[in-house]
């Protein structure tokens, strides 16, 4: 019964903003880590952004580290995104994600992402398409 729904992707511009927005029902979202992950044609799916369940700890990629900003609103059972200064690069498919495991394996994917196995219970939202195109 678990569902993940995302939403607030669309077309800009460099150096435009977008807030993401992931609707979580059917588990108590406060106690889950969740993810932020995105795929760009012909790439690799990658980790974006974290937040952890109990501490509200984040991690960021790289590249989007200083330009994204992901925070979580447990009273609304939802988890964003702020996306500022989107470049091209950042063009993808955005998905959030957690686990039966409180969203651990989906947060070790973002702190070892090359390291980390695929949690073998994870849930998907149908992702959001965010595109950068002057």
């Known amino acids: 019964q678990v569902k993940i729904v995302e939403s607030g992707g669309g077309t800009v511009q460099p150096g435009g903003s977008l807030r993401l927005s992931c609707v979580v029902t059917g588990i108590p979202s406060g106690s889950y880590a969740f993810g932020w992950f995105r795929q760009a044609p012909g790439k690799k799916r990658e980790a974006v952004s974290c937040i952890s369940g109990r501490d509200s700890m984040s991690y960021y990629v790289d590249s989007v580290r200083d330009r994204f900003t992901i925070s979580r609103d447990n009273t609304r059972n939802t988890i964003y995104l702020q996306m500022n200064n989107l470049a091209p690069e950042d063009t993808a498919i955005y998905y959030c994600?957690?686990?039966?495991?409180?969203?651990?394996?989906?947060?070790?994917?973002?702190?070892?992402?090359?390291?980390?196995?695929?949690?073998?219970?994870?849930?998907w939202g149908q992702g959001t398409q965010v595109t950068v195109s002057s």
């Open positions: 994600a957690t686990d039966v495991t409180l969203g651990a394996g989906i947060l070790r994917l973002c702190m070892s992402p090359d390291t980390a196995p695929q949690p073998t219970q994870a849930f």
